[in-house]
Structures are given as C-alpha cells and as structure tokens.
C-alpha cells in the first residue's frame, strides 16, 4: 500500500478483555515493528519482526502481549486480558531494512476503561 | 543496550526563536533518524544522517550528525507556531546480526505566537 495502515484506530474496551491490533505495512518492507507510546512519553519498543520471525521480542511488557505477522506482510499484536495501565498509542512502522527510514502508521489508541 | 537520550526534554519558546535539540547515543551510532509527532498524530520523518559530519536541512530544520560525540543536534531556525510537536530521534541499533530501532524520549516543544 501506500503507506502503514494500522486498525482500528480507535479502541475502547472493558478491563479484562481481548484485543488484537493490527498492522498492515508498506508492501516489500521486511521489517515490521511496534512501539507503544503513553500520554505524554517516548516510544517505548515492544517487538520486532523480520520476516515473519522475530528477533526481538525484550520489550513485550508481560506474557499477556502477544504478535504475530504472517506471509512477511500483515502484523497482529494481541493484548489479552487489558489492564487500565495498557491504554496507549500503540504504533506500527515498517521499513525496508536498518539503515532505512521507517515509516510510521497513524497509530491505534487504546482505551481500557 | 544502546540508549538515545534526548536534550532538553521540553522547550517553550517564543516565535522567531532559534533552538536547538540534542540527542547523545550511548553507543555507535549507525546513522541518526529525526522525526516529528504532532500531538494526537503519528510521527512524520524529517531527515536521516548517516555519516559523521553530515548536515541536512529541510526548510528552516537543519540537523548534523557528530559520529566521534555519539551525537545528533536538530537546529531551528526562527521558529514558527507549526514546529510545534514532539521531536524523537531513532536509531538503528545493531542486534544478533541485525538491526532494530531504538527511540530517544522526545523533545516536546511549544512555539509560543
């Protein structure tokens, strides 16, 4: 595509329930990565893929976050049983590969009330 | 792990202002990306340097790349009510053979008309 897509962009959900993420980068970038970013703070890493593996996954906060990317394309980050602390922007970009620009999608805000 | 630490962490200044932002990398840098997040929005890329001494500017934006300090500057020039926003510098950072970017926390800055 175009550019990084990321749905939804908006999403409000109750404490305690699934959500999963998704992320559609720019066609033929083999890196993919997530970022989430709270009110007000930087971007904090989260996982990264190359391909479909991935060779980071440090900055997953707890076992309750979970990604996957299939085909070297499309990117799904599932949070499971969302805690209050998890509301963020949580950010995708892709590139083509260090040391390439990345490109950001507008970002999927999370709200768990 | 490599760590980018941006300087100042917020800066409010009054239009027609020059400013400057840092970023000091912790460890080899293997080129320096900036970006630029409008509030609420995603992050939008400005310039990438990749090798030591090398300037870029964009408009009234120019950023250098000291590789010996480590170490990028953004400079303003100027300034306007549209440069507000939080400016993140990334990074590649080398990894097991490959490459993830890491981000500095941002330089939130305010133009005040």
């Known amino acids: 595509g175009a550019g990084v897509s990321q749905s939804p962009s908006n999403k409000v959900t109750e404490k305690g329930k699934d959500v999963e993420l998704r992320c559609d980068p720019i066609?033929?970038?083999?890196?993919l990565y997530w970022y989430r970013q709270s009110l007000g703070q930087g971007l904090e890493f989260l996982i990264y893929?190359?391909?479909?593996?991935?060779?980071?996954k440090s900055g997953l906060p707890s076992d309750r976050f979970s990604a996957e990317r299939t085909g070297g394309s499309v990117s799904t980050l599932t949070i499971q049983r969302t805690q209050q602390e998890d509301s963020a922007v949580y950010l995708c970009?892709?590139?083509?590969?260090?040391?390439?620009?990345?490109?950001f999608g507008q970002g999927t805000r999370l709200t768990v009330v | 792990s490599q760590e980018l630490e941006q300087s100042p962490q917020s800066l409010i200044v009054q239009e027609g202002k020059n400013l400057t932002i840092n970023c000091t990398s912790s460890?080899?840098?293997?080129?320096l990306y900036w970006y630029k997040q409008k509030y609420g929005e995603g992050l939008i890329f400005l310039m990438m340097?990749?090798?030591?001494?090398e300037e870029k500017s964009h408009e009234k934006i120019t950023a250098k790349l000291d590789e010996k300090k480590q170490q990028s500057s953004l400079h303003i020039t100027a300034s306007q009510p549209s440069h507000a926003g939080i400016y993140l510098c990334?990074?590649?950072?080398?990894?097991?053979?490959?490459?993830?970017?890491?981000f500095g926390t941002g330089t939130r800055l305010k133009v005040l008309a």
């Open positions: 066609s033929g970038h083999t890196a």
């Open positions: 340097l990749q090798k030591g001494g």
């Open positions: 893929f190359q391909g479909n593996s991935a060779p980071d």
């Open positions: 970009a892709s590139t083509l590969g260090a040391p390439w620009e990345a490109f």
């Open positions: 460890k080899t840098l293997y080129g």
């Open positions: 990334g990074a590649p950072q080398r990894t097991s053979g490959t490459y993830k970017y890491i």
